[in-house]
């Protein structure tokens, strides 16, 4: 069904300083018939769920179109990034698209711009730099200020608008970015959107007594200020001159805006935690009328009211499409979790990019030095590619797989970041939804649940409820024997691969890490690559150019044998392959085995067909048994071969314990060669 074409009033969607001046009514007018289409919208979305025809939640952005309707109209949305939060209806509609398509996304029907995935005000639209939102408070902040470096790394004078709430500032996430936007220099526009109540708490009990939220962005050295958003010219003026100042200066600025919020926290919220009268003074300050009456004196009355209907007539309209519009189809969920696999990335066909000469004998090069030549090949060949972290400039990280990458190829690409692994996190997202690719390393894999929330439900969702591709490779060093103690020995594999969406590749050889770290470079999905710390230096291995680095996503054939089926990953497949050489010699019984090196998406066809021929299933890991990645193995084999299953499957690995400090309890708690053999000999018989 087509849509209905825009009226006049609303064709342009910008708004200049110039036209702000005293006497330039038309730039406000145009502001007034944004403002006010964003209210009968909201109004109109509340209207139809309760209807019923509008599910899930609605959150209204009555009272707030006098800060997000002006800020829109001033953005430059050929080059800004913004992500717009629950109030921000106003602000959507602005930015891009048409208004049916914005109807569609809370009718959750088959015209929706997230195909019915995501909840209403959560959509965005990536390829126009307004970022999806997520629910976690804060968390988008760190995106936005990623998308606005990006932009700046392009080239392009771009400033971000990243938006939260009073309740939301008390979030890990917003200090985190605002001492990142600080320390990089970001142009970001932070806004606070202070109505005075997070969902039902107030202020008073949020904040100590005479809090100005605005102050606190002077403890990260940014310039900040407050806004009332009462009078919608003045908000206009002062937003225009916040962004020039921000555009021209390239840092971040803080505004907190104190705006209302003239319905509760969504739909279902009755409000009745508001103090007696507290309601009718929020109308009584509601910017909309004020605007129009001050609008009227200047353009007339007459002209406003033909301008309400033409608004009215036209929401309407749009409310029949969607109405009509078909619901959404199933089809094509599960294809969507990731993006489709590239085509590969026309890398110099050597070991090393300052080498026009044919490929070279294999090198004998440890794990960590394979990486670090992979990494120098990536920074080289690939301009959008950054490499960042804790301690990976001059130091060169914790394991020093970064070792003189900052002096080889400059701050810019390489460089520290402070702890605040979620900002970190978000802010690489931000660079990967816009065309770069970053490689973010973790000091250890431990540290990574401090960014669980970007990782499993931000970038791991990116595909899926948005269709953005979320190119970003996270190196996680992880495992243990080496006394480190359960803050810095986590295998943590099961705990991330079970949420869709994220990519896991677990080399266990110095070339598979090499190679590894090319395929997840190139991959258009978040990858996590798992380093076990033992095999970084454990011995070394030949490494050379492998035009067939695409391997790696699928398992290697260790050792062929009959009796049974042998799966493992990681630093297990030395363990495997001693325990199956001292079996073949000891017991003359021999296991098929297997180096999983992709741990999602799995791909078991060669596995499922040696089980077909041997009968008999064993699953060796690290990580604990119980929730282990092992249990999802075990299930996914014997579903479709039991009929070919000799035996009970055996699954073997670390205790259900925090992962203990001394050697001799740690020794106790992993599986080893002696272990293994224990238990196998003891499942044969």
Request: glycine share 8%; aromatic share 8%; proline share 7%.
């Amino acid at each position: 069904m087509a849509f209905p074409p825009l009226p006049s009033i609303l064709a342009v969607r910008d708004l200049r300083a110039a036209e702000l001046e005293s006497g330039a009514a038309d730039g406000l007018l145009r502001a007034y018939a944004w403002m006010q289409f964003a209210r009968l919208a909201d109004n109109r979305i509340l209207d139809l769920f309760r209807q019923g025809l509008i599910k899930g939640t609605v959150t209204g952005g009555q009272g707030n179109e006098g800060l997000i309707v002006p800020l829109a109209l001033l953005a430059d949305k050929a080059v800004d990034v913004v992500s717009f939060t629950h109030r921000g209806l106003g602000g959507h509609l602005v930015w891009s698209g048409h208004p049916c398509d914005h109807f569609n996304q809370y009718f959750a029907n088959a015209g929706s711009p997230t195909r019915a995935r995501e909840g209403n005000i959560h959509h965005g639209d990536p390829a126009a730099r307004s970022l999806p939102m997520i629910s976690h408070l804060g968390a988008m902040l760190s995106t936005v200020a990623g998308a606005t470096d990006s932009q700046r790394r392009l080239g392009r004078p771009a400033v971000g608008f990243a938006f939260f709430g009073d309740g939301g500032s008390s979030t890990g996430d917003v200090h985190e970015t605002l001492n990142l936007a600080a320390l990089l220099s970001l142009p970001v526009l932070f806004v606070i959107e202070n109505n005075a109540y997070a969902y039902s708490t107030p202020t008073s009990e949020q904040f100590a007594p005479g809090i100005e939220l605005w102050r606190r962005a002077a403890g990260y050295g940014i310039e900040a200020f407050a806004l009332d958003c009462g009078d919608t010219a003045r908000v206009a003026r002062t937003l225009a001159a916040a962004i020039a100042k921000v555009r021209t200066s390239g840092r971040p600025l803080l505004i907190e805006a104190h705006t209302l919020r003239l319905r509760g926290h969504a739909a279902y919220d009755t409000g009745d935690y508001l103090l007696p009268g507290e309601a009718e003074g929020f109308f009584a300050r509601d910017p909309l009328p004020r605007f129009r009456t001050a609008l009227a004196a200047e353009v007339g009355a007459d002209r406003l009211a033909a301008v309400d209907a033409e608004l009215a007539a036209f929401l309407e309209a749009c409310v029949a499409v969607s109405l009509a519009t078909p619901r959404p189809s199933p089809a094509g969920m599960a294809a969507d979790v990731f993006a489709p696999v590239p085509a590969p990335l026309p890398w110099v066909p050597s070991l090393r990019s300052d080498s026009a000469a044919p490929p070279a004998p294999p090198e004998n090069l440890t794990a960590a030095q394979a990486l670090n030549l992979g990494l120098r090949k990536i920074l080289a060949e690939r301009p959008e590619s950054l490499v960042l972290g804790q301690d990976i400039g001059t130091y060169g990280g914790a394991f020093k797989v970064t070792e003189h990458l900052l002096r080889d190829f400059g701050r810019p690409r390489v460089f520290n970041t402070p702890l605040a692994e979620s900002a970190c996190t978000g802010y690489a997202i931000g660079l990967a939804l816009n065309g770069h690719r970053p490689i973010e390393e973790f000091q250890f894999a431990d540290f990574v649940t401090e960014a669980a929330t970007q990782l499993t439900l931000n970038a791991a969702t990116m595909r899926f409820r948005s269709g953005a591709a979320c190119p970003l490779v996270l190196r996680l060093p992880c495992g243990g024997g080496l006394t480190f103690g359960s803050f810095h020995s986590q295998e943590l594999e099961s705990l991330l691969l079970s949420m869709p969406g994220l990519k896991g590749l677990y080399p266990s050889t110095p070339q598979d890490a090499f190679n590894a770290l090319l395929a997840a470079f190139e991959d258009d999905n978040p990858v996590l690559l798992f380093e076990h710390k033992a095999l970084y230096r454990r011995g070394r291995g030949p490494v050379a150019w492998d035009p067939d680095y695409r391997s790696v996503w699928q398992p290697r054939h260790v050792r062929r044998g009959d009796f049974a089926t042998l799966v493992t990953y990681g630093e297990m497949v030395q363990v495997a392959t001693d325990a199956g050489a001292y079996l073949e010699s000891e017991y003359e019984t021999t296991f098929d085995v297997f180096d999983l090196r992709a741990l999602a998406p799995l791909r078991l066809e060669a596995v499922a067909a040696s089980l077909a021929r041997t009968g008999r299933l064993v699953i060796l890991h690290e990580g604990r048994r119980t929730h282990g990645f092992g249990a999802e193995l075990v299930a996914r084999l014997t579903e479709e071969n039991f009929a070919a299953l000799k035996a009970a499957p055996l699954r073997l690995a670390a205790l259900d314990l925090p992962v203990p400090f001394a050697p001799e309890l740690e020794a106790v708690f992993r599986p080893d060669r002696e272990k293994v053999v224990d238990a196998i000999v003891a499942w044969m018989g």
